[in-house]
């Protein structure tokens, strides 16, 4: 029997370090950087599925777009700093930044795709 865990590597970082668990792979297109010895997923099983864990800033339906804006600048100055990037890397997270628009369109895809597999599953009609 195969064990799926839906979690990040970084998350399982412990588990994986400690030699308590050994999972099918890394759910990205590549192998995380502070795991090279754990595989894909695709690698793993030969299936072609690429799921990670993504985090994001999201605001209120309406909020003015001049409010908008001097967000999306503070998250960028925060993205591009030397320290939020070693905090990141440390802990072995891919960093991919998109800007407001491209967040919105990156959502709605993983929205559909994440309802694609809960019907292919018989979870969602």
């Not at 799926?4 to 588990?15: E, K, L």
């Not at 997923?41 to 209120?60: D, L, M, N, Q, S």
């Not at 003015?64 to 990037?85: G, L, M, R």
Request: hydrophobic share 40%; aromatic share 12%; net charge positive.
């Amino acid at each position: 029997m195969a064990v799926f865990i839906t979690s990040s590597v970084a998350r399982m970082s412990v588990a994986i370090s400690g030699r308590c668990w050994s999972g099918p792979g890394f759910r990205g297109a590549h192998c995380a950087p502070n795991f090279p010895d754990v595989p894909t997923t695709e690698e793993a099983t030969g299936h072609k599925w690429h799921k990670g864990v993504w985090r994001g800033f999201a605001a209120p339906k309406g909020l003015p777009p001049e409010i908008a804006a001097q967000y999306e600048a503070a998250i960028k100055k925060v993205w591009d700093s030397a320290e939020f990037k070693e905090f990141m890397n440390r802990r072995g997270f891919d960093m991919i930044y998109l800007d407001s628009v491209k967040f919105g369109e990156f959502m709605k895809a993983d929205d559909e795709d994440n309802g694609k597999a809960l019907k292919s599953l018989g979870l969602a009609k």
